[in-house]
């Protein structure tokens, strides 16, 4: 069974700054990570595989810079990395990513299985994978618990409610966005680590892919029009006291004043 993983790669969070009044998100320098929900995705891609035979690849749209990305997956013991990459894709939004991986897929042919993260946690759109499925005309289950079974072009998967969650049967190929409840993702090798540096990774452009940019990159339909950071926390309030029980009495008035309890 040949699975291809969708995987972004998104800077460190914890370094990413909110520049309001020039309306941009300043993301860190650096090769950044593999979206955190993309490596449960690969690692169960890599768990189909032990288990199915076949071939694991990872895809990405992204630039030079993701390659690094890519190398980390290929050192888990991914067979195949590719790397959608023009200077077109540029200020694509959700919907021209999924564009671009579907022509992707399209491109490499036959595949019988697509994971992909629940969502990317730098711009959490969670709109990529459930996109892909519609430009490929192929089902779709989002946040994917459990792969209870796969039986020839049919496999029964757990996906997350509100509530719980629900049994469904997809045929295959189909597109499944996971949740970390999944699995436990593996760490590298230092050997799949050196054979990774070795691998090539194949590049493709939207010449190559035969894809109308009318509609991508800069031509998306969509606009970020203001970016702002999450308001400011108040302050909290320490209650004083000399003992606990007369904090306990202090904090227990203020709920009640308040209407808490
Ligand atoms: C108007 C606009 C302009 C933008 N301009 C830029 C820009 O110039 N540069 C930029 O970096 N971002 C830009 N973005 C953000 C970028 O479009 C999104 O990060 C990207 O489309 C994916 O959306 P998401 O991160 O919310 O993914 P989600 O839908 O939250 O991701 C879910 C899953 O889809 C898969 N996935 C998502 N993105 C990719 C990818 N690139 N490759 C492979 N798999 C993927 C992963 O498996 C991921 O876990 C822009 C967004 C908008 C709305």
Sequence with gaps: MDIVVLVKQVPEIALIKVDEAANKVELPQGPGTVNPFDEYAVEEALRLKEKHGGKCIVMSVGTERTESALRNCLALGVDDAYL??????????????????????KKLGSYDL???GKQAIDSDSAQVPGAVAAHLDIPQAMFVKKIESIDGNK????????????????????????????NEPRLPSLKGKMAAKKKQITTWTAADLGLDTGSIGANSGTK?????????????????????EEIADKLFTKLREKQII
């Design 84 to 105: 959608l990459s023009d200077e077109a894709f540029a200020g694509s939004d959700p919907q021209a990513i999924a564009k671009i991986l579907a022509a992707g897929l």
């Design 114 to 116: 697509i994971l992909a």
């Design 155 to 182: 496999a029964v998967v757990d996906r997350t409610t509100e509530d719980g969650y629900d049994v469904v049967e997809v045929t295959l190929p189909a597109v499944l966005s996971v949740v970390k409840e999944i």
């Design 224 to 244: 970020t029009v203001k970016v702002a950071p999450p308001p400011e926390r108040p302050k909290g309030e320490i209650i004083e006291g000399e003992t606990p």
